[in-house]
């Protein structure tokens, strides 16, 4: 049964491609924010589910230009630039790399054939999205994304599944791109704004309610899965909140409700850090924490391949050439990996993604708008859900974790209907 449901909305997905394309781009992009593959197995066995709605995409993209060829003006802006420049730019590194066939965990190969899909769709995807309806309809499939995965996370715990939890950590889904705790916490810390400003968008008191009891328990699949980026980015998501809503009663009863849940229910990430302070202590001539030699490795990396970087997925190799007795695995930070594997430019044009979505957010909250409206809605949602995205970067490689893409893509498509509601001056929309 359930596979014929699946089937059913592939012919669904198929069939809108000739009255709403924008349908096939959002089937894609649930299915590459959920990977429901990796949950449901029993149900996507044999069928190539991401081929299949990338296809229909592509279709559906072809469609929308060859009706209107001005839907790619979106194309112009900047932040399309930086994503270009850093997808050759890795490219390039690659080709150039001294360390070219070193031996390496995951092979560059498999990095940049990532790389390849979430970049062409992408590109794919900012034109056939580029509308009011289907901007509404993506927010919404990342907020129940979010939602699920917090689901998920909360009923392992109510249901005892204590072999899904590896060193007191729950673990996401088994072969996933989730797999690792703290991929999945950046998803679900990344979905808190878009739930957050949503309270102020419903009317029904169940909705907000839903929403009311969402936020703690987003806290709590995050205490699961035992990530102090992700904790650290909710505190600084709250800050960005308050930054947008500017009414006190509303920001004190945020921090004071997270406060207290820190209290009661953080004892796990508490001790985790105690852990570690301790461990420190036994062995003071040791780091606090493992990841400041990788960040140190990284950032004397640097100037040793200023141009190029060692290459794609070559910072083992090259620290074990350099820094023998240091041999960390990875740069356990996003810019310290783009700039040490494949250049500083390509570290600065990572920062430069950042930078813009906090200039639109900085814009849109100082020229005022209603959460009301779709567009700034998405605006200031999106754009502090990338700014969480960075602070749990610091801590993670995540060079190619595709919500961040999909996240930016919503971001310049409402800062785009911003722009043609003549709210923002002509340069600001460059």
């Not at 990977?35 to 995409?57: H, K, N």
């Not at 005022?368 to 859900?385: M, R, T």
């Not at 310049?412 to 003549?422: D, G, R, V, Y």
Request: aromatic share 16%; with cysteine.
């Amino acid at each position: 049964m359930s596979r014929l449901i699946l089937f059913v909305l592939i012919l669904i997905a198929g069939f809108s491609i000739f009255f709403a394309p924008w349908i096939a781009g959002l089937a894609y992009v649930i299915n590459s924010l959920l990977q429901p593959q990796y949950l449901w197995p029993w149900v996507f066995q044999g069928i190539p589910i991401f081929r299949v709605t990338a296809a229909l995409a592509i279709i559906g993209f072809l469609f929308v230009v060859a009706k209107d060829s001005k839907t790619t003006k979106i194309y112009k802006n900047k932040q399309n630039f930086f994503l270009a420049f850093i997808w050759g730019w890795m490219h390039l590194s690659n080709f150039l790399s001294p360390f070219k066939g070193a031996p390496v965990s995951v092979p560059p190969e498999t990095v940049l054939g990532t790389l390849n899909s979430i970049m062409v769709m992408y590109f794919v995807l900012l034109p056939l999205l580029n509308n009011q309806k289907a901007l509404k309809y993506i927010c919404l499939t990342f907020i129940l994304v979010g939602a699920y995965y917090v689901y998920w996370a909360n009923s392992i715990y109510l249901n005892q599944e204590w072999h899904r939890f590896v060193n007191n950590r729950l673990t996401g889904p088994s072969l996933s791109p989730y797999r690792d705790a703290n991929a999945l916490s950046t998803l679900i810390v990344m979905t808190l704004p878009f739930v957050i400003f949503l309270y102020f968008k419903v009317e029904k008191k169940i909705s907000k309610i839903a929403i009311i009891i969402f936020i703690p328990l987003a806290w709590h699949s995050i205490v699961l899965f035992s990530s102090r980026a992700a904790l650290l980015a909710s505190v600084f998501s709250l800050v960005l909140v308050a930054y947008v809503i500017k009414s006190k009663k509303i920001n004190i009863v945020l921090s004071v409700s997270f406060i207290i849940f820190l209290t009661y229910q953080g004892s796990l990430l508490i001790s985790r850090t105690a852990d570690t302070v301790e461990e420190a202590r036994v062995n003071a001539e040791q780091p606090i924490n493992p990841r400041l030699i990788s960040w140190e490795a990284g950032l004397r990396l640097i100037p040793e391949y200023p141009f190029f970087g060692a290459g794609v997925q070559m910072f083992e190799a090259a620290t074990r050439q350099h820094f023998p007795g240091m041999t960390p695995h990875v740069a356990h930070n996003t810019f310290i990996n783009f700039s040490a594997n494949t250049g500083l430019i390509t570290g600065i044009m990572f920062l430069g993604l950042i930078y813009l979505s906090w200039r639109r957010l900085r814009f849109a909250v100082k020229e005022g708008g209603s959460l009301q409206d779709l567009s700034y809605y998405a605006v200031v949602s999106s754009s502090i859900s990338i700014l969480v995205f960075f602070i749990c970067s610091l801590f993670l490689d995540l060079i190619i974790f595709e919500p961040f893409f999909i996240v930016i893509l919503i971001n310049l498509i409402a800062w785009n209907h911003l722009c043609s509601q003549e709210r923002v001056p002509e340069p600001s929309c460059e």
